[in-house]
């Protein structure tokens, strides 16, 4: 039997509030060199000066993004402060997502301890304090699928494996190599192993520090077009698995680890987000419709709206990017269809009412 990951239901909107500083474990960067032409002037006699033999050292910097995980744009307004000095106050304009991202402070100079307080239009709102060191990455202010607003910094590890990405005999490749992506959105650091197989050949085994806020990124870790077996366990025993299956249309794919706010681990092939279908309701009265998501016949996602007469729109949010079953009924019937909600591809469904019987037609959308 293949072994699957149990999904628990998402619960509600991220709040997030938290005071604090980010630590990090990232690489420090390489020190940049350059190399002069060599003067054609005599030598000097004279002795230097104490400024000319002062070692200069390069002044940190970092970059403040915004990254718009919802499918509408927002108006940000964002204030930075250090101490008693203001080093950003201002509003912007960022596109609907999901995957919008912005700069919107790339040279924010000096270690410390940043307040940070951002806003929507909205009234979601985030207060944060941020320590900045040395070789840190830039923080990134997220707005999330439903709206709220979160702090996460990025990080990348590159692999030195030789054996990776890890090809499969006969396989097609992919269009562009997946990597391993760990999310903590919980308040708490958490250390935990990835394992990858396919067909009992484990050729992957990383530990992530993934502390409080933070995405870490590894990889490329997969070459082909297949199906893998994807093992997690955390330092505290907590364990997870999924079957990472890459079909042929997915030419951007990613696994992604999910810690989330309360601290459950999922696993699954894209980030929690909605599903949006296109309801035809070829009636001239309203009807409520329930839509529900299951995967290994566990519910795992289920609301219930009222449609329109004429083209209306059904939204049910999901945890995690998986393979599940949608499942769309009104008093009169149901119709079942698989769902795919993955990052590189995903299911196109259209809902039609007919005296208030629901038949569904599905596509796959793909990026390319």
Known sequence: MKRRALLSSLSGSLLVGVAGC?????ERPASQRTTAEPSTKPPTTASPTPEQTRTKTPVPRVNLGVKNESDRGHTLSVQVTQADETV???????????????????????EGVYSIVAGLETGA?????????????????????????EPRE???????????????????????????????????????????????DQFFVHTFDALRHHEISAGPVVKSHATYDVFI??????????????GEYANYPVLAVLITESGALRVGCAWPGTAVI????????????????????????????TVAPGTDHLTVDFPIGDEY???????????????????????????QLEGGVPTVETGILSWT
């Open 22 to 26: 980010l630590g990090s474990n990232s």
């Open 88 to 110: 950003l106050d201002q509003s912007f304009d960022i596109g609907p997502g999901p995957g919008h991202s912005m700069s919107i402070k790339p040279d924010i100079v000096g």
């Open 125 to 149: 709102r985030l207060d944060y304090e941020w320590c900045f060191k040395e070789g840190d990455r830039g923080l990134e202010i997220v707005i999330t699928s439903n709206g709220a607003l």
């Open 154 to 200: 990025n990080e990348s590890v590159e692999l030195s494996d030789e054996s990776l990405p890890y090809t499969v005999s006969g396989a097609k490749d992919i269009f562009s190599s997946p990597r391993v992506v760990v999310r903590n959105e919980s308040n708490d650091a958490s250390e935990l192993t990835v394992t990858l197989e396919h067909s009992g």
């Open 233 to 246: 366990e955390t330092e505290y025993g907590q364990q997870s698995t999924y079957e990472w299956q890459i």
């Open 278 to 305: 296109v309801v035809e309701n070829n009636d001239e009265t309203r009807h409520e419709v329930t839509t529900t998501l299951t995967r290994d016949d566990v519910v795992v996602a289920e609301t219930t709206q």
């Open 325 to 351: 079953e949608l499942t769309v009924a009104t008093s009169s019937g149901s119709a079942t269809v698989p769902y795919l909600a993955c990052n590189s591809a995903s299911t196109k469904a259209e809902v």
